[in-house]
């Protein structure tokens, strides 16, 4: 099956997965919010941050083999193949150990980073609960999904992962509404992640069969070479996990874990829709490996362009929505007394902008192995990012936290990663790419001031009033966008790709 198959597949399951799941998971929060409250939600936002910093213990061992996968895979090398997945599942549940064991040593200074929590919570039963959700992961055959990402068939993992995160969100609705259970709702979750991966590991086995036989060990030069992987890829997972899982252990720690869960409602929203950016790209990152062995720099180098508009138009187009439109959604939604201040709301969608940029970049960087490169340069970004929102969050309060997380980030990733990308990867100079990102910041502010200046007759909350401005976003962005972008060489090359793929599919020529 070719590359642009394999990818229009893994968008599709990606796509319609997320949008299916994104919605019952919305329905799930606002169950959630009215039938146990502010505490429950800022305790379930807490414990998930935390487990995802204790989750940096896999240290991209995933990112590592996926790349060492690659080559085996296109050159139908069962035996290699069999080798890397033994020596996976054995990394993998050392790794599973280690966290439960962290995780329990944690458990004791849990009040410490709580401030502004109730007695009528039991923490640590909680906190337990959600630890064995991460640690059945990697205990019950989580490694297996990693193959099908390599051999460009993520979207069989997804279709699993959809059809049993849907069907989970049915039942912990009904346990809300019917016995208001934050216990069940809980034991929920970790039973569904034990057969989410069983269910993958089944489908994986009848796909691969020579899987089953009885593999050599991987050779010691093999090992090295991984672990020269996993070494580089730790520094970049413990950077991106730090940035985006110590927030709300910041503002649980400083302010209160209450603003926790009025913070984690608009991080939920944005949240739906970063995971379907996210999966829309990393559906081509497995094409994107075969793409970088197989083809030349000029190819490659036109292709991060083509993906990087698309990723950029989404990242714009979703950014301005979410600065028209969020605030007054999340009144008429779960009240007044949930809101944020919109000086905070602006700074929270910069920082989603900020981040999702780079997304392309990331993607191709893994996938080509570049991630080897410039490995030094997360410690940077984790020093800068917890010594100034920690500092800037005492003295500004809320806004500081997410404020450390930009400037840490522009100083660092953004310019220095394209740098490596474009240099190591393409023998180019990254200016239009820094270039491209100034626009597109530019074109986010000015689209949101002219829209929010037209929209100002319809300014009052309402469902009406939101229907209006998110028309006036649409008609108003794309027409700016166009004039803009709208005669690119990428854009011209993204157009073609789409009139293919209709003409394909109604079968016009």
């Not at 069940?184 to 039973?191: A, E, I, P």
């Not at 497995?286 to 793409?291: A, D, P, T, V």
């Not at 001031?449 to 008609?475: N, Y």
């Amino acid at each position: 099956m070719s590359r642009t198959a394999n990818s229009i597949r893994n968008v599709a399951a990606s796509i319609f997965g997320q949008l299916l799941n994104n919605v019952l998971r919305f329905v799930c929060r606002t169950v959630f919010i009215y039938t146990l409250g502010k505490e429950y939600l800022g305790i379930a936002s807490l414990y998930t941050n935390i487990l995802s910093l204790l989750n940096m213990t896999e240290l991209g061992f995933s990112t590592a083999i996926t790349y060492s996968l690659y080559k085996p895979l296109a050159e139908q090398n069962s035996e290699e193949i069999c080798s890397l997945m033994q020596f996976y599942k054995k990394a993998y549940r050392t790794i599973g150990l280690i966290i439960f064991s962290a995780g329990l040593c944690l458990m004791p200074f849990l009040p410490k980073l709580m401030n502004g929590t109730t007695d009528k919570v039991n923490i640590y039963l909680y906190f337990f609960l959600y630890l064995m959700q991460t640690v059945v992961s990697y205990l019950f055959f989580a490694y297996k999904a990693t193959l099908l990402d390599a051999d460009q068939k993520r979207y069989i993992t997804d279709i699993v992962v959809y059809i049993v995160q849907v069907t989970m969100n049915l039942i912990q609705i009904l346990i809300l509404i019917t016995l208001r259970s934050f216990f069940l709702y809980t034991v929920v979750s970790v039973v569904s992640y034990i057969v989410q991966n069983m269910v993958t590991a089944i489908v994986v086995d009848r796909k691969y069969p020579y899987l089953k036989e009885k593999a050599g060990n991987l050779s010691k030069e093999k090992q090295n070479a991984v672990f020269k992987q996993v070494y580089a890829t730790s520094l970049y997972r413990i950077c991106n996990t730090i940035g985006s899982s110590t927030d709300n252990l910041i503002i649980s720690t400083y302010i209160s874990v209450v603003m926790v869960g009025l913070y984690d409602n608009y991080n939920m929203i944005i949240m739906i829709i970063q995971k379907l950016i996210q999966g829309i790209v990393q559906a081509f990152t497995s094409s994107l490996g075969n793409l970088y062995v197989l083809e030349g720099k000029e190819k490659n180098e036109f292709t991060f362009r083509c993906l990087n508009r698309l990723n950029s138009w989404m990242v714009a187009f979703c950014s301005v929505c979410f600065l028209v439109l969020l605030q007054p959604f999340v009144e008429l939604w779960a009240g007044m007394d949930f809101l944020l201040d919109y000086r905070v709301v602006v700074i929270i969608v910069l920082n989603f902008a900020t981040n999702f940029m780079q997304l392309v970049v990331q993607n191709y960087k893994n996938a080509s192995g570049l991630f080897l490169k410039g490995k030094y340069r997360p410690v940077a970004t984790v020093i800068l990012n917890l010594g100034i929102s920690i500092i800037l969050v005492k003295h500004i309060g809320l806004s500081g936290v997410f404020l450390g997380s930009i400037i840490s980030r522009l100083t660092t990733t953004w310019w220095f990663d394209a740098w490596i990308l474009y240099r190591h990867g393409f023998e180019k100079s990254p200016i239009g790419y820094y270039m491209d990102c100034i626009v597109t910041v530019g074109l986010i502010y000015g689209t949101t001031v002219l829209i929010r200046w037209i929209c100002l007759p319809w300014a009052a909350v309402s469902w009406m009033g939101i229907i209006i401005r998110g028309t006036a976003c649409v008609i108003i962005f794309h027409v700016v966008y166009i004039m803009i972008y709208g005669k690119s060489e990428e854009m011209h090359y993204l157009k073609e790709k789409c009139l293919y793929l209709i003409r394909m599919r109604t079968g016009c020529r």
